[in-house]
């Protein structure tokens, strides 16, 4: 009367509901705890889930119960030297606590926090919750060059890997009939004949006739067998045709000043900056290249460890990498094709006349092509010509540029925030 | 012992081998007249074993909040190591739905067959309070019909309104069971169909009562001063008659503010509450039986060679770990644990009947020496923990265990020994254990007093205190959301004796001007 089932197969995840109703009901603590993480976390750390903690009593679901005082009897187990009739104190802790009480209720005060685990992308979700990338866009293209195979019906040539068996031993049952009907035709024909012969007067028989018949149905039947089951030409492959498809791309460049007044505090706040930026995009796009331009007097491509562990030193002129940015975009990225993204960070030094220059290169060239600049000053100093360059090109681009100071690392979190704020002007 | 050979040696399994298991177990457990509903052994991944538990072992559930809170928990727990997850799980149905884990090696996939398919099923189907309370032919549809109605409400009436309603009968819960009728069951479109028929004649009913037409029969206690209501429009009577103590019910029935689909949503989480009612109060005797039953089937199952030396210090090693009773002083201590307690005591029955020593004939004359199976049966069949202790609990049982009972008095400075495992003392362990299990005494006892349906609608309930204890702080919350549902001022006095000795209401009285 019993039996056995797989359950293994069935789908996984039945809790997944009722887990995204309680992050949802939780979401102010849950916030709370993950800003605390994304400040506290190294630069590396970004990419796993977290732990999170709520007070017990905010989520606990309320019952009517005993609380302590009154009088109370307690079964518990294991006496060793109490007899009947002894008094002794309370556990410390007082009123109904302590380790005999344990038996009597089995609801003590329980745990002062619950505590549970985000998984990498619930995390990220809260990281980036209520934040936008202002101008995404899905770049339509002109020439087809990002392409998705798709299906589009049967062919007759193809690889063996996409043969479409279906069709194929239909096409080899149509062939067979038509080959075979003509044959089966005669094949009766000459039978009936045989038969009418055969059933004749011995005397009025054709012999030379009947051998005939005999030779020719026999051909027939080799005939007959010979069609083949099936036949080269009787094979059906499934099309697949590649389709256009719009840009899902984005190229995001990472500008920094490298020159001797740039700490390696100030990197890792650079840092963590463009990693927030770089996951941002991850979420967004499915595909996200990265460029990593530093400058001092001269700007250089780079790859990511050099870019922020190498050290350099001297003057600083940021029109060098901003030139070095334009020539790549103009060279591989062409704006039709890529969503272009880019974060400078810097403490504000520039060589002095340097900063129209940069002013007319961002205002000429760059930012017609850009979907979003993005500036952050990391100095606790007033600011200098650059800012006030910037500013200006803020104005004429309210929308795809913006500029933070940050201070120090706590303000990296709130500075992006700010930057990424969903707008809801309607 | 000499022709030794096994179904299979090693901890690796496979569907073949679990079945001739399977039907080995069957066997044996047909010789100790094991009645069980038909098996129904599910094989699942430790995830789904998570799903499984998150949903307090209810195949299919409604969603709610709470039960992603117990997933995220379970979760933690396990990630962490800190827990095993529950080799077994095994759900009041007919079929009785049992899980075995994938991970589980050989020893544990037969261990839980025994312990689950054959011990806890046959309780199942033997424990009056199961017989009484639940009808296991019948939950599976039930769970499936609430489900969808609750997630019907939800696209109707948003799934913030319905978590709230359900937040609020689930606090109330434990107060959602007529402990003295026997419920009717019912199957899953039988309830679809009713429950139109209901919404509409419910709602009627509670217009009725709520109609201001006084009725003519004056009788019972004045609720207002004579110069307060001069022309006795307030005179009655009390509403309800007799205090009720099914609170769910109640307010189902009576709160004059809740819509049709509310009223069902209350009743569902009655319906469920009722389902477990059974289990809350026969922790001990439920796991007991079933690891008595694990540990006797086993043992023969070595006993006829049909597992290996290998297996059974295996599950030895495992079955000591479970019915392992920490003393009260030891860091692991967490309460008695009830397949200790329930193991002990099963196994004592046995002894008892097979092997009495004079003390049992003294303390046990109707058992000592009779048929033990019999004995076994009929212990499983007409009891509950509380009666169960109360009838069962023998003095070898109380001195392997040492217990002891204490009594805290907050008006005395010092804890005192009441009885320990003597012979003075067995008796009142016995009673003082037993007092334990009762869910009476477990859960403060609360009831409706009166529902004020001609003044202000204010809903009076009482709490009886049990030897002086009060409510925990908890009660304020609790009222809030019996606010919710009720819809009008909430109050709660809790009683020692026939005296009011404190007083809680809710919504908050503004300056403390009101009572």
């Known amino acids: 009367m019993s039996y056995f089932i797989d359950r293994r197969p069935n789908a996984r995840h039945k809790s997944a509901v009722n887990r995204q109703r309680f992050l949802d009901r939780y979401r102010t603590h849950i916030k709370r705890s993950v800003e605390e993480a994304v400040n506290r976390r190294s630069i590396t750390d970004m990419e ?190 499934n099309h697949l045709v590649n389709q256009p498809q719009p840009s899902n791309k984005a190229v995001m460049f990472c500008i920094m000043d490298v020159s001797g007044s740039m700490t390696q505090s100030h990197k890792d706040i650079a840092k963590r900056f463009f990693l927030l930026l770089y996951l941002f995009l991850e979420r967004n796009y499915e595909k996200v290249e990265l460029v990593f331009v530093r400058h001092h007097t001269a700007a250089k491509e780079v790859d990511e460890e050099e870019f922020f562990y190498s050290r350099e030193t001297g003057g600083t002129i940021v029109s060098s990498a901003l030139t070095l940015v334009d020539e790549i975009i103009t060279k591989r990225y062409p704006a039709a094709q890529w969503n272009l993204y880019v974060a400078q960070a810097s403490d504000g030094d520039n060589w002095d006349d340097d900063s129209t220059t940069c002013r007319q290169l961002l205002v000429k060239s760059l930012m017609p092509r850009l979907q979003y600049y993005t500036y952050v000053e990391i100095t606790p100093h007033a600011h200098q010509a650059l800012w006030e360059e910037y500013e200006s090109v803020q104005d004429d681009f309210p929308e795809r540029f913006a500029m933070r100071q940050i201070v120090e690392a706590g303000d990296i979190y709130p500075v992006f925030r700010e930057l990424f704020r969903r707008r809801t002007e309607a | 012992m000499n022709s030794r050979t096994p179904i299979a040696t090693g901890s690796d399994w496979n569907f073949e081998i679990l079945t001739d298991y399977e039907r080995e177990i069957a066997r044996l457990a047909d010789e100790y007249r094991l009645d069980i509903y038909p098996n129904q052994i599910e094989i699942i991944t430790s995830e789904q074993m998570m799903d ?212 069902e949503i209350v009743r569902i989480v009655r319906k469920l509450a009722q389902y477990f009612y059974p289990q809350r109060q026969t922790q001990v005797m439920n796991e007991g039986w079933a690891t008595f039953w694990h540990y006797t089937l086993m043992n023969r199952l070595f006993d006829e060679g049909l597992v290996d030396e290998g297996l059974i210090l295996e599950f030895l090693q495992s079955h000591t770990a479970v019915v392992n009773q920490p003393g009260f002083d030891s860091p692991h201590y967490s309460g008695i644990n009830p397949y200790a307690l329930g193991f002990a005591m099963f196994s004592d029955i046995r002894r008892i009947c097979e092997d009495p020593t004079d003390e049992d004939r003294e303390w046990f004359p109707d058992i000592a020496g009779s048929n033990w199976l019999d004995t076994l049966h009929f212990a499983m069949r007409n009891f509950k923990d509380e009666s169960f202790v109360q009838q069962f609990l023998s003095p070898k049982v109380i001195r392997d265990l040492k217990l002891f009972s204490l009594v805290d008095d907050d008006s005395e400075e010092l804890l005192s020994i009441e009885a320990i495992h003597d012979e003075r003392g067995y008796q009142r362990v016995r009673e003082a254990l037993s007092v334990q299990y009762a869910l009476s005494v477990r859960e403060p006892n609360i009831q409706v007093w009166k529902a004020d349906i001609r003044g202000d609608r204010s809903l009076t309930l009482h709490h009886v205190q049990d030897r002086r204890r009060p409510l925990a702080k908890s009660v304020y919350p609790v009222m809030r959301h019996l606010h919710h549902l009720w819809g009008f001022p909430v109050k709660l006095a809790s009683l020692e004796g026939d005296d009011i000795v404190r007083r809680y209401q809710w919504p908050l009285p503004d300056k403390g001007s009101e009572r």
């Open chain 2, 52 to 263: 499984a538990y998150a949903s307090v072992g209810m195949p299919v559930g409604y969603h709610h909040w709470s039960f992603g809170k117990q997933f995220l928990s379970v979760e933690q727990a396990y990630r962490r190591g800190q827990m095993g997850l529950a080799y077994e799980l095994v759900i009041n149905s007919d079929p009785c739905i049992a899980y075995l884990m994938e991970e589980n090696t050989l020893m544990m996939q037969v261990l839980v067959m025994a312990h689950a398919c054959y011990g806890h099923n046959s309780f199942f189907k033997g424990n009056y309070l199961f017989r009484t309370w639940t009808d296991a032919s019948a939950i599976v549809d039930y769970l499936v019909f609430a489900r969808k109605y609750v997630s019907e409400c939800e696209e109707r009436h948003g799934v913030a309104a319905v978590e709230q309603l359900l937040d609020a009968c689930h606090a109330l819960q434990n107060y959602g069971v007529d402990r003295y009728k026997r419920p009717s069951p019912i199957s899953a479109e039988e309830e679809a169909r009713r429950q139109t028929e209901r919404e509409e004649y419910l709602q009627s009913q509670v217009n009725m009562l709520w109609r201001t037409i006084p009725r003519s029969e004056a009788l019972d206690t004045p609720l207002l001063d004579d110069y307060e209501d001069p022309l006795g429009l307030h005179q009655q009577g009390r509403y309800p008659e007799e205090p009720q103590e099914n609170l769910l019910y109640f307010i189902e029935k009576n709160a004059p503010l809740l819509a049709p689909w509310q009223r």
């Open chain 1, 48 to 237: 796993r889930g977290e732990k999170v903690s709520i007070p017990a009593r905010d989520i606990s679901e309320p019952v009517f119960q005993h609380g302590p005082g009154g009088e109370r009897t307690i079964v518990s187990p294991g006496n060793r030297e109490f007899v009947e009739g002894d008094r002794l104190r309370r556990p410390s802790g007082g009123g109904g606590g302590g380790a005999g009480e344990g038996g009597a209720s089995d609801q003590g005060e329980g745990m002062d926090e619950f505590a549970f685990s985000l998984t990498r992308e619930e995390f990220l979700e809260f990281v980036f919750d209520g934040l936008e990338l202002p101008h995404l866009e899905r770049k339509q293209l002109v020439d087809l060059e990002e392409v998705k195979p798709v299906r589009a019906g049967i062919s007759k040539d193809g690889v063996p890997s996409r043969i479409n068996i279906v069709r194929s031993m239909r096409e080899a049952q149509a062939r067979r009939i038509a080959m075979r009907a003509p044959i089966r035709r005669a094949l009766r024909e000459a039978i009936e004949a045989l038969e009418t012969e055969e059933r004749k007067d011995p005397v009025l028989r054709n012999p030379s006739r009947v051998t005939e018949l005999r030779a020719e149905i026999e051909r027939l039947e080799k005939r007959l067998e010979s069609v083949p089951f099936i036949d080269t030409y009787d094979l059906r492959y």
